[in-house]
């Protein structure tokens, strides 16, 4: 543990997921202080037309609780 799981939009290269996922370990590591052997990374791809009810609705309007970083605010 922790298990990461990352929805972004269909179409993203093998790549760039597998960038994303390296670079995501890295800052798990770095910041919850866990050894890289501990770590998993999924990326799911959600097609456009599915964004709002598969991912939107249910997960970021539904649960703004859980939200560290919300949609349209910067860092």
Do not use: C, F, N
């Amino acid at each position: 543990m922790p298990h990461v799981i990352v929805k972004v939009r269909a179409g993203k290269s093998e790549e760039q997921k597998r960038k994303l996922a390296e670079a995501i370990t890295r800052d798990v590591v770095e910041h919850m202080d866990t050894g890289v052997d501990a770590v998993s990374v999924a990326i799911e791809e959600i097609e456009p037309e599915r964004w709002k009810d598969d991912v939107y609705t249910p997960e970021i309007m539904s649960a703004p609780e859980k939200l560290y970083k919300k949609p349209g605010y910067t860092l």
